[in-house]
């Protein structure tokens, strides 16, 4: 036994003892740095071991001393930690991910496991992440086929972000799991998509004309009001006050599969809004209500498989796509180019950044200063068409 530090006592008796359990008291300063200790550390050896459980004594009381001592359970805890893998990190990781505050969308959750099982997980998922180096990192992205730039950005977003929270302590104050950063590469700045080319008055209306007669309406709606495709395909018709002219946005189609509900909230705060209707647009909604004879609660555009869910997206936009070709309409002006039309003609007509931010659902000043921009351009080229009228040839 040790003498003032520690106690040893022999089981099952001392007279024929098997083994040997040593002891001592938890230090009173560890209750405040770890939680849930007990109040005694002990551990067991075989009888032929004493010298073992000695030893095990001293060393607990030299790091006591020297208050460098890590509790058993703790240095259990960490060496089981370094073994954590990717694949076992990602599941707890994604369901307790949140933006601005707030637990992620069943479509961005959807979207973000996809990345990882298709791309990261049969590269790093066996990797502990405690192993991950900047080259590993580096390896990992130059394996990414580069002809898909999209899908390079938003794995590399899944990844990037999975090693962050891997570098911070966890809630319940355990530590990180990365001790180092190894991303020490930045990701490339994305090209500029090409500017969107707003549609001409003459070629929604044959669009419109080209479209399934109960989603017709819909061009007029994304064209008019700036709404989302998937905006439009949530609305119902008790969003729609006809007297007064407005229609609310307050949810909007969802994208995942096998989803508990047919819609979600809006993209973001913003883009839950109230919008006014054209008022030439109230007695085709009229029309359109009482020919497909929906009630208030109905959905304005219905699903053709089965009324009681929306139309989905990919299906409005095949039907969209269709209507193109059938009239004869650039393939490059997109559904979403029909919200940047009706907002780029809001801009012309001398729309504030203010309104069209209202009105479009954003919360940053610099999209709606892309509208801003081509109004001003237009304005510019106004100009010099009336410059030419005097001064031309």
Not at 236 to 256: F, G, M, N, P, Q
Request: hydrophobic share 35%; proline share 7%; glycine share 4%.
């Amino acid at each position: 036994m040790i003498k003032d530090f520690g106690t040893l006592s022999y089981r099952p008796n001392k007279e024929s003892p098997t083994r040997v359990v040593a002891r001592y008291r938890t230090p009173m300063y560890a209750f405040s740095l770890w939680q849930g200790l007990p109040k005694v550390q002990s551990k067991s050896f075989p009888i032929m071991q004493q010298r073992a459980a000695e030893d095990w004594l001293r060393k607990a009381e030299y790091e006591i001393e020297e208050r460098i001592w890590v509790p058993p359970q703790e240095v259990k805890r960490r060496e089981e930690a370094k073994t954590i893998t990717f694949d076992a990190y990602f599941p707890d990781w994604l369901e307790q991910r949140r933006f601005k505050g707030k637990p992620l969308k069943a479509s961005t959750k959807y979207h973000n496991e996809g990345y990882y099982r298709n791309h990261i997980s049969p590269v790093l998922g066996d990797k502990p992440i405690s192993e991950i180096t900047a080259q590993d990192v580096h390896d990992f992205r130059e394996s990414l086929d580069p002809s898909q730039p999209d899908m390079i950005r938003c794995t590399m977003k899944v990844l990037r972000a999975m090693i962050h929270s891997a570098m911070k302590p966890g809630l319940d104050g355990t530590p990180p799991l990365l001790a180092t950063n190894p991303l020490i590469e930045s990701e490339p700045t994305v090209a500029r998509k090409k500017e969107i080319e707003p549609g001409t008055e003459n070629e929604i209306r044959l669009i419109y004309e080209a479209m399934p007669e109960h989603y017709a309406l819909s061009i007029y709606l994304a064209a008019l009001v700036g709404l989302r495709i998937g905006e439009v395909c949530a609305l119902k018709v008790s969003d729609i006050e006809l007297r007064s002219h407005r229609l609310r946005v307050e949810r909007t189609r969802s994208t995942t599969p096998n989803a508990l509900e047919p819609t979600t909230s809006p993209k973001t705060e913003r883009s839950t809004r109230t919008e006014p209707i054209p008022s030439e647009l109230v007695p085709m909604i009229r029309e359109h209500v009482k020919t497909l004879n929906l009630a208030e609660l109905d959905w304005l555009f219905p699903s053709a498989l089965n009324h009681a869910e929306p139309i989905r997206t990919n299906t409005l936009r095949s039907y969209y796509t269709n209507a193109k070709k059938r009239a004869g309409v650039r393939m490059s002006l997109n559904f979403h180019a029909l919200r940047h039309t009706c907002l780029t003609w809001l801009a012309q007509s001398g729309a504030t950044v203010k309104e069209l931010m209202d009105m479009a659902g954003h919360s940053d000043p610099k999209i709606a200063m892309i509208y801003q921009h081509a109004a001003d351009e237009r304005r510019r080229e106004q100009a010099e068409a009336l410059g030419g009228r005097l001064f031309g040839e």
